[in-house]
């Protein structure tokens, strides 16, 4: 498969990543958001601005070069001035568009387009859309987990029901990684199973009396008689737990330790696609982190929720200090700050992959840029590979193109890209089938330029060589 | 001869340790949308730290160590630190220019500071890192662990 900008295979699954990151929905507002955005030309002012979708209790600022969010207008913005826009919640924009690269990959690449199964993770999109869809989402995420009650063993209740959170997990991971659910359809899912491990005595909290108001909160329960009866072990939300009085102290240490370890997690997961070597890993990955900063925020948010309840509030103090409101406040913003970029590079990558897909315009900018500004052009691009716009390698190679400009730092340079030559060289295979550009030649071309520009031989030589390996 | 230490580039280095955690800096009612020049703003700020902890610990083993009295250089760095501080994270435009500045002044300053290989490296460093990350809003286990890492970075560039 040859590298083609418009591939739609590869359109397909950076879009449908930007869809199910959170829900088709809210990407279709995201898209909206923008377009006002950039018609605004906000970003490349220096004044504040700030804008709001009409009703949203929280404006996006743009302020003197620096983007937030914020429910509290900052000083120099009177309501007045605040940009209020209208947003078509019904909107099928992406949808249509992500239908348009399906039809054509089903077409063009009949093999692949199955292989990826195209055609499953449309229906999986499309399930979103419609006056249908909260019915549509549920029956498809209570299909998923009663597939997950398979092979439980014949093991006391507990032990089965044990079992079943840990297929459960698996089989939810599985689908959102492989683009069939979206993730703000799980996060409470995976909220609710990390309470169940952390919690000391799993078996007592999953099987704590029900109460009256059962069936309306069990969110997340596979009450199949097959599986489980309808009085013993259930999985509840994270609600659920906090609210319950026979564990009130209990549920607020446990749930205010889930988050901790899926921000670390998210932070692993971010290395590991920054240190990859193909956008469409680089792009999982991110896909993948998203979800971790997504569990965390939504438990903190859930405790933060809960904090404001009258059941909360009717706790002795010391129970309440339990809740340690600023860290989980802490964790809460982390958590989203980092979901949000995740999904920021993923749309962008979704809206217009030609902006760093194509190392070669990458390079071609970065060579104009530098020649005008060589600082600001490397501080831009190392901006836009701090916030996940693109892999590490390509702004490796970027740096190294401006290094090799200035003559004091030219070997350098040629250093820094024969050891970014030397990490993607075992990966050149796997970037390949992928449909990737093909970087590796880009930079064997810049080494052989300049060692043309040196009369290196031994450069020149080298590089032979290095060519005479790929496949 | 030690190397030369290029403070841009172990500025860049630090900056990449903090990575996305620097947002931390952000009033509490905001959700940031941080970038690079931030993570530099602060990893200028933990270098002149940095220095300040690793001054003070030589000032501390003086006499032992033989070394000419530090008090000037440690001036030096603090008011650096001070000044780092004293930017508004916010006006990005002007954060870029005052940090590319107070970076150049800190090149030369770096210059100066006596090399010694320390066996063990100074608590003061630590501290005044830790110090430096709490005052910025870190969270105390944040502030930790990002003070641990950084300070991995940028003893190994010194220390070699």
């Known amino acids: 498969m040859t590298y083609d900008g418009e591939n739609p295979v590869r359109r397909f699954l950076t879009l449908a990543r930007a869809l199910l990151v959170r829900n088709p929905r809210e990407a279709e507002i995201a898209r909206q ?17 700030a804008l709001r979708i009409r009703g949203a209790p929280w404006c996006i600022v743009f302020d003197r070069g620096t983007k937030y969010t914020t429910s509290e207008l900052p000083p120099g913005i009177a309501p007045a001035d605040v940009h209020e826009f209208e947003v078509d919640r019904d909107s099928e924009v992406l949808l249509h568009r992500l239908e348009s690269f399906a039809e054509r990959a089903v077409v063009e690449q009949p093999e692949l387009a199955a292989e990826l199964q195209i055609p499953r993770i449309l229906d999986a999109v499309r399930m979103y859309y419609g006056p249908d869809s909260d019915s549509q989402v549920t029956g498809a995420f209570l299909s998923l987990a009663s597939g997950a009650a ?10 089965r029901f044990s079992v079943w959170v840990g297929n459960v997990s698996k089989v939810m991971s599985e689908a959102y990684d492989s683009l069939l659910i979206a993730g703000s359809t799980v996060w409470p899912l995976f909220a609710s199973i990390t309470y169940c491990r952390l919690s000391p005595d799993p078996d007592v909290t999953s099987a704590l009396p029900r109460r009256p108001d059962f069936p309306n909160r069990l969110l997340l329960a596979i009450a199949q008689d097959a599986v489980f009866d309808n009085d013993s072990l259930c999985l509840y939300d994270l609600d659920w737990y906090l609210e319950h009085p026979l564990i ?4 607020l240490i446990i749930a205010r330790r889930i988050a901790p370890p899926y921000l670390r997690n998210g932070d692993a997961t971010i290395a590991a696609a920054r240190a990859a070597s193909t956008f469409m890993e680089f792009q999982a990955g991110l896909h993948a982190a998203a979800f971790k900063f997504s569990v965390a925020a939504y438990s903190c948010d859930r405790l933060l929720a809960f904090a404001d309840s009258p059941v909360f509030l009717s706790h002795p103090p010391d129970v309440r200090e339990l809740l340690q409101h600023d860290v989980i406040h802490a964790n809460r913003l982390l958590g989203e700050e980092k979901r949000v970029i995740c999904a920021a590079s993923l749309f ?3 809206a217009d992959p030609l902006d760093f897909e194509s190392i070669a315009l990458v390079l071609t900018w970065i060579e104009s840029a530098a020649e005008a500004d060589a600082r600001e052009a490397e501080l831009r691009i190392r901006d836009d590979e701090f916030a996940l716009r693109m892999p590490r390698f390509v702004r490796d190679v970027a740096l190294a193109v401006i290094e090799l400009k200035d003559v004091s730092r030219r070997q350098l340079g040629l250093r820094h890209l024969w050891e970014v030559a030397g990490r993607m060289e075992p990966e050149v295979t796997k970037a390949l089938t992928l449909g990737e550009p093909a970087y590796l030649l880009l930079v064997y071309s810049f080494l052989q330029r300049a060692a043309d520009e040196d009369d290196d031989l031994v450069a020149g030589a080298r590089i032979a060589e290095a060519f005479s390996r790929l496949p | 001869m030690w190397p030369i230490v290029d403070v841009s580039e172990l500025a860049n280095e630090v900056a990449e340790e903090i990575g996305l955690d620097v947002s931390h800096v952000r009033p509490r009612d905001r959700l940031f ?35 000419r009295s530090v008090d000037a250089l440690l001036e030096r760095f603090e008011q650096m630190r001070s000044r780092f501080r004293n930017r508004d994270p916010i006006d990005q435009k002007a954060l870029r220019k005052d940090v590319a500045a107070l970076m150049e002044e800190m090149q030369e300053a770096v210059q100066e500071v006596p090399r010694l290989q320390a066996a063990t490296a100074f608590a003061e460093e630590e501290q005044e890192t830790t110090r430096t990350l709490l005052e910025l809003n870190f969270p105390a286990d944040q502030a930790l662990l990002i003070a641990e890492r950084t300070l991995v970075t940028i003893r190994r560039r010194w220390r070699g």
Do not use: C, M, Q
């Open chain 1, 33 to 49: 958001t923008h377009e006002v955005g950039l018609a605004l030309r906000v970003g490349h002012r220096d004044e504040v601005h």
């Open chain 1, 150 to 159: 398979g092979n439980l063993g014949d093991g006391p209740p507990e032990r």
């Open chain 1, 348 to 350: 962008s990558a979704a």
């Open chain 2, 33 to 67: 949308f941080s970038g690079f020049e931030l993570a530099l703003w602060v990893a200028g700020t933990l270098l002149s730290s940095f220095f300040i902890g690793y001054l003070k610990g030589i000032r501390k083993a003086g006499e032992k160590l033989g070394e």
């Open chain 1, 248 to 251: 009130a102290p209990e549920a």
